[in-house]
C-alpha cells in the first residue's frame, strides 16, 4: 500500500498539491448503497476552510468538490469514490522565492533533500490544502457508522487560555471553536494579538467520540490507540497524541487511575469499551511567523481549523475499525 | 496484513500468549547476509525481563529464545526469521479466578466482549508478555540501521520526581533507568513506597535517537511521527506520544518555536533532518492494584521495563523506513 | 489495502466507471525526478482505444488524460501522480434494459447480487473502459524500469489460427497484433465472418520481456510468477496464465523440461534469471454476441486491444519488484 | 506485508527451511470460537506427506505439528495461531555439494544471485516443505467457510495419460489421485517407468468448489480468479492456471461460450456465483532428474503430492474472501 493512502477495508488514498491542477481522494471499501452526494461534502469543507473569520488566512477558495465515480443515482454502488477539488489559486509566482529559500519549521528543507526535484510553490504536497482529501474522506466515513456515533472536536488550549467549561452548543459559535465562550473571547483576542505581530500560536484539541460501538480496534499493533495515533499524527500540524487520561497518567497512582472510567479514554486492552473515546491532540503554533507571514496567507493560529481534519481522521480510524470487526464477527 | 503484524518492508508478526505454550516473532523483510544469532538476544531480552530488581515482578522466566528459521551459518539468509521463547512459568491455577471476574483498567472486559471466549490466563495476549516478541524484532531491526544510529530511553518523570540532568552513563545503573542517579533515588524510593501500599505510579520516557539518518518517513499518511506514533502506542502501558516540543507547543509562540530547531524533535514535514529524534511517551499507572497485586505478580511502576520495548519498536520503524527509503533512492 | 489498488512500493489505484463523469488512476510510490507529461500516456493509450480497425468496437472516445498531481515543471516529485480521463460517450438511454436484464457471461448479475445497488451502464465499473487506468500506470511503470527493459505483447492464437513465424516489426503493423503477417490475415478474415454472425472468438496472447533485470520477485507468496498470474488475471478478458512452457509441461519429463532454459520462462524459484520472461494468457471470447451484440458497440474479438493492458500490468509488477528488490539490496 | 505473507483479513505467514529447525506458519484473523487441536492438521499433512507410496519421495518426516498459540481449552481465542514443524531429517551433509553446484530448474542459482549468503541444503526456503505451513492454514481457513463448501483436487492428466471419468470415491483410492481408477493405473505405470530411469514428468490438476457461497471476490484488482492465480501460481511446481473453460476460451466462440454456465467456473465478473468453481493447474516436472535423482530423495511426479496444497490454497483464499464479504455486508 502507497503512503498516500490509510486505511484497511475502508481505504483512503489521497492525492494533489497545493497549487497543482486539483486536489482529491479516492475512497475505496464503501459499502453500497448509502445516500452522498457531493452537496455532503459541502458543511465540512466549509468548516475546514480558509477565510472564515478574522483570525484566519485570507486565501479564497470556493473548494467546489466534483464526484467522479462510485456514486450512481445518488448513492454508493460499492466502487471506489473519487473527489477532486480545483484549485483556483494558483498565484504561483509569490512562492518563487521558496525555490531556493527553506521556511524555518517547514517541510522545505526534507522535501527538497528527499525528493531533489520539488513543487515548492505554498509547500507543494505538504501544504495543510492536504486535508480538504481527508475532510471528504471523513464525510463518507461518518455515513459508515451508526447514526449515533457524534464525533465532536473543540479547543481545549490556547496558549495561556484554558477552556473551563463544556457547552457543546457553543463550539461553532466561536471562531475558535471552544466549547467555553468566556475562553473563546480570551483565546481570539490572544491570537490577534499575536497576528499583529506577525507570530503564532498552537492549542489543544479535545475529541470526543459519543455512542461509540464497542469491540474496536484489533490486537496487537492495530489497538485503536494506536490505529488513532497514528491518523491523528500524520495532520501535519499535530505534535502530541493522548487518549483518556493522557500524559497525567505521569503522575497518577493506580488506585487513582482505576477509580475513574473516562482515565481509561473508552479504551481497554487496546479495544473500544463502548464508551466515550476522549483524545487529545497538541498542535503547533503556524511556522510561518515573521516575514513569511508579512508575505503570504497564513492562520496565526490553526487551531481550529485543524478540528474538522481531527473528526475526520478519527471517523476514518472508526469506519474501518467498524468493518473489520463485522468481518470477523 | 493482520493485526498482529506491523511494517511493510521489514515486517514483523508476533504471536502468543502470556501463558500459552510460547511466544514468538515472524521478522520478513531482513536482508541476507547480516551476523545473527540467538546470543544477539540476550542483552535486550535481560533488560526487559522481570525480577532485575526489588522493584519489578518476582516472575521468574529464563526467557531463552530458539531461533527456528532464517539464519545459516550465524548470518540471515533474507528469509523469515522466526523466533521462540518459550513460558515456563505457566501456573494458570492462579488465574482461575479471572476467569470471570475482570480486573479494572485491563483488557479481560473488553476481549471477553469482543471474543467470547479468551485465554484470560495472566491477561493471556493482552499481557506485557508479547512484548517479548518486539524486543526481539528490534534487535534485528537495530542491525540494518548504520552501526552509529543510537536509540535511547529513559525515564524523564516518575510521579512528582522528575530528571533534571542527562547522563547517559547513569541510565543502565539504577532501577529506574533515569540519566539523573539522583532523582533515579527518589524514584525508587515513591516506588517502593507505592509497592508496599499495593499501589502502582506512571511516568515519562524519552527516547532519543542520535544519528538518525535524513529523509526517513513519507508522506503524507507514513511521516515518519505517524508511524512512530502507531508503533509506539501499539504498547499497552503508552497513554500518549509527542515528538520533539510536544504538547509543550500548545502554549509556545511561533516565533519561540522555530528558534530553537530541538523543538522539531529531528522531523520536518514528516521527513526526518538527520538530527536527533526526540521522543516522549506517557506511561500509565499499573492498573494491578489493591487485591489483584496482592496475589499476583505484578510491577509497581512498569516504566523501566517498558524502556527496551520503546527502543525496539522505534528501531522497527526506522528500519522499515531506512529500506523504503532506499527502494526510492 | 483497497481492492481497487495494486502493487506494494509501486502501488495503482484505479477508478471510475464507463459511463460516469470519469475514469482515472493514482500512481503512488514513483521515485522524484522523472520526465513526464500527459502526452506520454497517449501512444498507449491510442493502441488499446477502440475504433482503430475494422474489426474493434465503433466506440469513439478521445481519451484525453488530464494530469492533476505528481508532476511539476516535466518531472515527477515523489508525490502521488493522478491522471483522469474523462467519458464523453455517456448514451446511458442504451443501456435503460441493462437495468433489469443481466447479459449472458457478464458481470451484471453478481454485481446485482453482491452490491444490490450498482451502475449498470455499460458494465459500469466491470467495463473494459477500467483498463485506461492500468495503461496509464503502465506507461508511468515503464519509465521506473531500466530503459533496455523491453515487453512486447503479440497475439499467438485467434480461433484455430496461429502464428507461425515471430517477426517483432509485423505486430502493429496488422490489426491482430500478431507477429505472423500471414497468420493475421487469416485471423482478421475469421474474426470478419464471425462480425457478421454477432459471434465472437478468444486468443492467446504472449508476453516476452527482454533484457529482465535479474533477481526480482520475493519468496514465497510473491514470487514474480505469482505476482504476475494476480496482475494478468485481474484483466476481466483473462481466462488463463502460465509461464514458460506453462501447460505443455503437464506433459513433459523432467530431462526435456530441463534440457532448454527456455521452458523455465525466465524465472527459477520464483525470482527472474534475468533471461527473457516468457508468458501466456488465454483470453475468452467476448460475451457480448447475439442480441447484445446486435445492440451495442462491441469488439468481436478483444485479443488486439488486451495487448496493451497486458503490457502494462507486466511493467506494474516488474516496477514494483524493482523498487522492492532495491530495498533489500 | 511481507512477502512471507498472504491475505488480508485471513492472513498466512510462512516461515521455516527445509533443513533448518523447523517450519510453521502463523495464521492472523481466525475468528474466535472455532474448535480447533493439532490432531485437525494430521490427516491433511498425511495427504501432503512423502513416502505415502511407491511413486513418492523416501524421504520420511513424522511432520508432528505443535500448536503455541491462538487456541485455548480446544477453540481458538482471535489471536494469532502458531503452528509448527520440526525438521527431524537434518542429513545435511546430503546437500554439501550444492553449496556450489546449481541443479538446473532450481532455485538454487537465482537464490544465490539474490541474496548471497543463502541455506543451500535440500533447496532451504524453495524447498517443496515449506508447503506444510500452506496444509496447516488450510485446514484453518476451511474451519472458517460454511461446512458445505466442499474443495475437491484431482489429477486430470499425467504425461500422456488422462482422466475420462469422473468418481469422486476414487481419489483417494490410487497413488496418483486420480478420479479415473483405470486412468490411475497407467499414470502409476508411466510415473514408476520414468523413475526407473531418473526421469519424471509433470500433469494437470483440477479443483472443484462445490457449494461455494456467492458474493466472494472484489473489483477490480482482488477479483476471484486473480487472487485464486496469485495462490496457486505461489507453489512452486505450478507453471499455468486456469479456472473456467480456460485456455480452450482461446479457440471458442462467444455463442459457444456463453451456451454452457460451466466455462465461467463459478466466476462472473471476477465474483463468485455461487455455482462450482473449476480452476485447473498445470504441474512442470521435477527438475531431480539424473544425477540428482539418483543421489536424493525425490519425487518422479509431484502432482499427487500438489493436490493437498493446491487445495489449501484455494480454501486460504476463499476462507480470505468469506470475512471480506462479511465486512461489507
Redesign the interface.
Same mark, same amino acid.
Given at each position: 500500500?502507497?503512503?498516500?493512502?490509510?486505511?484497511?477495508?475502508f481505504?483512503v488514498?489521497?492525492?494533489?498539491?497545493s497549487h497543482?491542477?486539483?486536489?482529491?481522494v479516492?475512497i475505496?471499501?464503501c459499502?453500497?448503497?448509502i445516500a452522498l452526494g457531493v452537496e455532503d461534502f459541502l458543511p465540512e469543507l466549509g468548516r475546514r476552510r480558509p477565510g472564515q473569520s478574522e483570525i484566519t488566512t485570507s486565501r479564497k477558495e470556493s473548494d467546489q468538490p466534483?464526484?467522479?465515480?462510485?456514486v450512481?443515482?445518488g448513492?454508493?454502488?460499492?466502487?471506489?469514490?473519487?473527489v477532486?477539488v480545483r484549485n483556483e489559486n494558483q498565484r504561483s509566482k509569490d512562492y518563487e522565492k521558496l525555490r531556493t529559500e527553506f521556511r524555518?519549521?517547514?517541510?522545505?528543507?526534507?522535501?527538497a533533500?528527499?525528493?531533489?526535484?520539488?513543487?515548492h510553490r505554498g509547500g507543494?504536497?505538504?501544504s495543510g490544502r492536504?486535508t480538504l482529501a481527508r475532510v471528504i474522506a471523513g464525510v463518507v466515513a461518518r455515513k459508515i457508522l451508526p447514526e449515533t456515533v457524534c464525533i465532536i472536536g473543540h479547543t481545549l488550549?490556547?496558549?495561556?487560555h484554558r477552556a473551563a467549561t463544556f457547552e457543546v452548543g457553543a463550539i461553532e459559535t466561536n471562531a475558535v471553536r471552544c466549547a467555553d465562550s468566556q475562553a473563546a473571547e480570551h483565546m481570539t483576542g490572544y491570537i490577534q494579538e +499575536?497576528q499583529r505581530e506577525f507570530? @503564532?500560536? $498552537?492549542?489543544?484539541v479535545e475529541i470526543l467520540v459519543q455512542n461509540t460501538p !464497542?469491540?474496536l480496534g484489533?490486537?496487537?499493533?492495530?489497538?485503536l490507540?494506536?490505529? +488513532?495515533?497514528?491518523?491523528?499524527? @500524520?495532520i $501535519?500540524a499535530v505534535?502530541?497524541?493522548?487518549?483518556?487520561?493522557?500524559? !497525567?497518567?505521569?503522575?497518577?497512582?493506580?488506585?487513582?487511575?482505576?477509580s475513574d472510567r473516562r482515565n481509561?479514554?473508552g479504551i481497554?486492552? $487496546?479495544?473500544?469499551?463502548g464508551e466515550d473515546l476522549r483524545l487529545?491532540a497538541?498542535?503547533?503554533?503556524?511556522?510561518?511567523?515573521?516575514d513569511t507571514a508579512k508575505q503570504g496567507r497564513h492562520d496565526p493560529c490553526i487551531v481550529p481549523r485543524v478540528i474538522p481534519v481531527l473528526e475526520a481522521m478519527v471517523a476514518i480510524v472508526l469506519a474501518d475499525a467498524w468493518?473489520?470487526?463485522?468481518?470477523?464477527?
Open positions: 500500500m502507497g503512503s498516500n493512502s490509510f486505511g484497511n477495508l481505504c488514498t489521497s492525492f494533489g498539491e497543482g491542477p486539483a486536489l482529491g479516492t475505496d471499501g459499502p453500497a448503497g466534483e464526484l467522479l465515480s462510485g450512481f443515482e448513492r454508493t454502488t460499492g466502487m471506489p469514490i473519487c477532486v524555518p519549521g517547514h517541510a522545505d528543507e526534507t522535501y533533500g528527499k525528493y531533489g526535484h520539488r513543487d507543494g504536497r505538504s492536504e488550549q490556547i496558549g495561556p +499575536l507570530n @503564532s500560536c $498552537g492549542g489543544l !464497542a469491540h484489533e490486537p496487537v499493533f492495530d489497538k490507540k494506536a490505529r +488513532l495515533a497514528h491518523a491523528v499524527m @500524520s $501535519g505534535t502530541g497524541f493522548s487518549y483518556g487520561a493522557g500524559f !497525567a497518567t505521569a503522575e497518577m497512582r493506580g488506585q487513582d487511575y482505576i481509561f479514554g481497554l486492552g $487496546g479495544v473500544s469499551t487529545t497538541s498542535i503547533k503554533p503556524s511556522t510561518s511567523v515573521g468493518l473489520q470487526a463485522r468481518a470477523y464477527q
